[in-house]
């Protein structure tokens, strides 16, 4: 079991918003980050610090962060966006995961 | 931009020791704290433990007492050894550049080796 919940799937239409969650007791007082995870590649960092985009991460990605709860928003989703989302922190000096949302563009 | 290349075999026997290298190339590995994480088939991602290029450790407390990690700068690698494997660490294996400060994250990531633990 994750100590990070995530729901495990999320199935969204073109140009609609999706809106991934990630809640635990870790995320109390810790920022989180996202990554997402296209089949046969490796995971990339999408948000840091709750809000933050990498620099080439479309505007469509941002985040949010209230008490134990952290979300991943897309707005205007692609096809593109298909992809696995595993949120993530650090407690205890230890890398926490989420056990990953995979999102359906249908 | 800096890449990492994981490599290593990827076939280990049962109860042998599972080795695997990452070799940074087009940055420094001085500054940051290199981790491994793994993903078994179908399954999320799992943190193995960093190391910084000191040689100072953090390893996840599920695997600590099999993991060794070391690095070393003059090769600009660093290397992941998991000892008295079973089919349960057949996973792909990721090396990733992590930044710590009051939290930590891995903003590059390797593509990753595949590794089957299998007599």
């Known amino acids: 079991s994750y100590e990070l919940t995530q729901p495990p799937s999320l199935s969204v239409s073109p140009g609609q918003t999706a809106s991934i969650t990630c809640s635990g007791d870790p995320l109390g007082d810790r920022s989180t980050f996202w990554y997402h995870q296209k089949p046969g590649q490796s995971p990339v960092l999408v948000i840091y610090l709750d809000t933050n985009r990498p620099s080439g991460i479309p505007e469509r990605f941002s985040g949010s962060h209230f008490g134990n709860t952290a979300t991943l928003t897309i707005s205007g989703t692609q096809a593109m966006d298909e992809a696995d989302y595993y949120c993530q922190a650090w407690d205890n000096n230890h890398v926490l995961f989420g056990g990953g949302t995979k999102l359906t563009i249908l | 931009q800096v890449q990492l290349l994981e490599s290593g075999p990827g076939l280990v026997k049962p109860s042998e020791t599972l080795s695997l290298t990452c070799t940074v190339s087009?940055?420094?590995?001085?500054?940051?704290?290199w981790s491994w994480i793994r993903q078994s088939p179908g399954k999320g991602l799992e943190w193995i433990g960093y190391?910084?290029?000191?040689?100072?450790?953090k390893y996840n407390p599920s695997l600590k007492s099999r993991v060794t990690m070391s690095v070393d700068t003059s090769r600009n690698q660093f290397s992941l050894k998991l000892r008295s494997v079973t089919a349960a660490d057949t996973a792909v294996y990721y090396c990733a550049r992590g930044i710590l400060l009051d939290y930590y994250y891995m903003d590059v990531w390797g593509k990753g080796t595949s590794v089957t633990v299998s007599s």
């Open positions: 087009a940055g420094s590995i001085s500054d940051y704290f």
């Open positions: 190391i910084y290029y000191t040689g100072s450790t």
